[in-house]
């Protein structure tokens, strides 16, 4: 039997009950006397509350209880995770968030009420029955156009709708003296769209008090069991953790919209009480677009210098982010500390200044959705990189050749330290984009583009290279820049005493297939056979820690906190090994599930030492029985994957829809567990960077409602939008964890964005089509290249 699972293409273990639809999700759980919970939500985006009256809703047959904002003003908010201060170290504007709102409405979907009833349709229809008086109120949500002098105010107890702002780089007036050499300098103003995360599984919680052990159970849709325990019990609810079991069960999703503390998870526990009977509430889909933090929207004006050589001197940027009405748990760190510091990308850039303006707007909550912050900084980078080359009349390819960061291993060689605060641990980007230029056959396609051209046909191709920062840390360093938590990630690696093996991990399991990757690893490191490893997730009671899965951590840090306490098992082991083989345990070699004396065919089975570890008869005088390790691991550094991505479209020049040819994905995320699941990472984040640049994104009207809150307005990309997918890798290791892993989960979804919308502007560029606004759809193509 072969033990050697790393780098193997193994198939998910998880996926014999997924696929055959017995996957256990939160709305699949039924407890005895439950309550359904409907949330009433504003229909306005900023109105004030004159008077509600419940008494039709309360009076319906089935109703228990309608709760409104008045039940919960002695409760404190949902928190934000993540403190930035302004740029003369005031501490950022953090208002209330409220469980519910009893004074007014800030975005439409802001929840005023809370019915429960028997059942979830009698709440719904009962909710019809509430009336309330409301004072229609101007709105803005337009992140610029709300730090406008008079803008609507969001919060009327600050002067006006800044969150903060904050700037990283070089000083700006060395970034000046740095443009002024420049012998060219692109300039670009971009919109990076608002998305809509839609998983596949909207959120869902069941809160439950039992009154005999005087604790609360909340199953919920997370992707941070543990975190959401801390922040329910630290600053909202104020319940001793102890008496509160967080469960995440299986989760269909979640693209980080479950990352974080969401009202209804408080509400859903505080009520379970004061009802005695748990209570479900599950979001449908319209109120997901309504309530799920939404990701991106940022505006911006962006310059970058270069000398007469081509290489870049300087860049310049301006950002106004929309934060929405309230701050979500991370939404604070995400236009700064996850997008300011990677403005460097793969360049030698010298020099770089960012200025960042965070407002409050009348919008649903903007937080982190999958790349968090990097895709909008490599979309700025790499639109302003391949618009330069084509302004200077000079190979897009060859000006990132020109420009890159000379590889290096961060062992041999330092890692490179960058203008905006991070050190890469390693990289060779010259690899990457010359793999990926080798597999389109770029020699080639620029003879066919000029053929297609005469023929009226308009072929484009767009290059796009990314950097992105995974398993954020360390904790001393995340929590200097103003995190409120840790950021390690614990595990548990417990031998049973027939020898098979029990992983409790704090990372969160929804779709990454970790049950499988986990257990490769563990059943490689300890050589015995996969199906003798069960791994453990999502219950707050049976995990000592976790921080959860979001920002591609889960096997950089997950990972290596189970590495770490197979290590402690392995060393334990060998003490038990040698003294039952009476010999010295430095005179043995572990191998193939086997203590075995160097040299001789002497050796003890893995069985057998764990055996031996809880029947400790024949034992070494002094050391523990058991064989049971725990650890805490936290990184020394961020990992640092990056990448190539290459489109290659078609814009039909009567109708302006575009049609991808080719989509061409080199990636380096490091040493690989799982090349499938690895792919299967990468092809969903490229489905999800198209989709952003060719047809999602969320839509308001000036007063604020949203317009496109359903899968008939918000056009996600289905099968048919999508082409087969070319991949390919490079392996730099990270030179900083045991496993040599980067990260692979947002990936796809960082450098798909802007090699798509590069190659439209090249397919263009003849027609004078300098740049657009995404997503580009075929109306906005049209009117561009015909001069509207």
């Not at 959705?369 to 900084?377: H, K, L, S, T, V």
Request: proline share 5%; charged share 25%; with cysteine.
């Amino acid at each position: 039997m072969s033990t050697n699972y790393i780098g193997q293409s193994v198939k998910r273990l998880e996926d014999k009950r997924f696929i055959t639809g017995k996957g256990r999700y939160t709305d699949d759980i039924k407890l005895p006397g439950m309550l359904y919970a409907y949330i009433l939500r504003s229909p306005y985006a900023h109105a004030r509350i004159k008077s509600m009256d419940t008494s039709g809703a309360e009076k319906m047959e089935g109703v228990v209880k309608v709760y409104t904002g008045k039940d919960f003003e002695e409760v404190n908010g949902v928190p934000c995770g993540w403190q930035v201060n302004f740029k003369d170290g005031t501490t950022m504007r953090e208002p209330k968030h409220p469980l519910l709102v009893s004074d007014k409405a800030r975005h439409a979907g802001d929840g005023v009420a809370m019915v429960v009833a028997n059942n979830y349709y009698t709440a719904r229809d009962a909710a019809d029955e509430i009336r309330i008086d409301w004072e229609v109120l101007p709105a803005v949500t337009n992140a610029k156009a709300a730090m406008e002098p008079g803008a609507p105010k969001v919060h009327d107890e600050f002067e006006d709708n800044m969150v903060f702002d904050w700037e990283i780089g070089n000083p700006k007036e060395e970034v000046d003296a740095a443009m002024a050499t420049a012998t060219h300098i692109t300039k670009l103003d971009f919109t990076n769209n608002r998305v809509a995360p839609n998983a596949i599984e909207p959120r869902s919680y069941v809160g439950h008090y039992d009154p005999v052990y005087d604790k609360y159970t909340l199953y919920t849709s997370t992707q941070n069991p543990h975190l959401i325990r801390l922040l329910m019990c630290a600053f909202v609810l104020g319940i001793p953790e102890h008496k509160v079991r967080v469960l995440g069960p299986d989760v269909g999703g979640g693209f980080g919209s479950k990352i974080y503390h969401y009202v209804e998870e408080a509400l859903v526990t505080l009520a379970s009480k004061e009802l005695g009977a748990p209570i479900k509430w599950t979001s449908d889909r319209s109120e997901a677009f309504l309530s799920d933090a939404h990701g991106r929207d940022h505006i911006s004006s962006a310059e970058m210098g270069f000398d007469d050589e081509g290489k870049i001197v300087g860049l310049r940027i301006k950002t106004f982010a929309n934060i929405g009405a309230y701050l979500s748990t991370f939404s604070t760190a995400v236009p700064t500390y996850l997008h300011g510091t990677l403005l460097q990308g793969l360049y030698t850039t010298p020099k770089i200044h960012l200025d960042m303006t965070c407002a409050f707007t009348h919008t649903t909550a903007v937080d982190a959705y999958r790349g968090a912050g990097r895709p909008e900084a490599t979309y700025l980078l790499e639109r302003l990189v391949e618009t330069a080359a084509h302004e200077m009349g000079m190979d897009p390819a060859e000006l990132r050749f020109k420009n890159f960061i000379p590889a290096f291993d961060g062992v041999n060689e330092p890692g490179y330290q960058t203008q905006v605060a991070l050190q890469y641990d390693s990289g060779n980007y010259h690899a990457v984009l010359e793999r990926g230029l080798e597999m389109l056959g770029y020699e080639d396609f620029k003879k066919e583009q000029e053929e297609a051209r005469k023929q009226g046909r308009y072929l484009g191709v767009g290059i796009s290279t990314y950097i992105e920062a995974c398993g954020i840390a360390p904790s001393a360093v995340v929590g200097a820049l103003g995190a409120r938590a840790g950021l390690f990630e614990s595990a548990q690696v417990r031998v049973q005493p027939t020898g098979k093996v029990s992983v409790y991990t704090g990372s969160h399991s929804h779709g990454q297939g970790h049950e499988t990757t986990f257990a490769q690893v563990v059943a490689d490191k300890l050589g015995i056979a996969m199906e003798d490893v069960d791994i453990v997730h999502g219950d707050s009671d049976a995990v000592a820690f976790g921080m959860g899965t979001y920002g591609s951590r889960s096997l950089a840090v997950g990972g290596s906190a189970i590495v770490k306490s197979i290590e402690k098992v392995l060393e334990k082991g060998a003490k038990i090994a040698a003294h039952k083989l009476e010999t010295s345990e430095d005179d043995l070699e572990y191998k193939n599930g086997a203590w075995t004396i160097k040299g001789t065919d002497r050796s003890i089975s893995f069985g057998d030492v764990a055996l031996t570890a809880y029947v400790p008869h024949v034992y070494p005088e002094g050391l523990e029985p058991g064989l049971d390790f725990s650890s805490f691991y936290d990184p020394t550094n961020f990992t640092y994957p990056f990448g190539c991505h290459i489109c290659v479209v078609e814009v039909d020049a009567d109708t302006g829809k575009v049609e991808i040819k080719r989509m061409i994905a080199v990636d380096d995320v490091g040493n690989v567990i799982n090349p499938m699941i690895v792919d299967g990472q990468i092809h969903g984040g490229l489905a999800q960077g198209i989709g952003q640049a060719l047809l999602e994104g969320v839509q308001y009207d000036e007063s604020g409602q949203l317009v496109n809150g359903t899968f008939m307005d918000y056009a996600m990309p289905r099968a048919d939008d999508l082409p087969s997918f070319e991949t390919d890798r490079k392996v730099t290791p990270c030179p900083h964890n045991p496993l040599g892993v980067k990260g692979a989960g947002e990936a796809g979804a960082i450098g798909s964005t802007p090699a798509v919308v590069n190659a439209v502007m090249n397919a263009l560029w003849h027609k004078g089509v300098r740049d657009l606004e995404m997503p580009l759809t075929p109306e906005r193509v049209w009117k561009a290249m015909n001069g509207q």
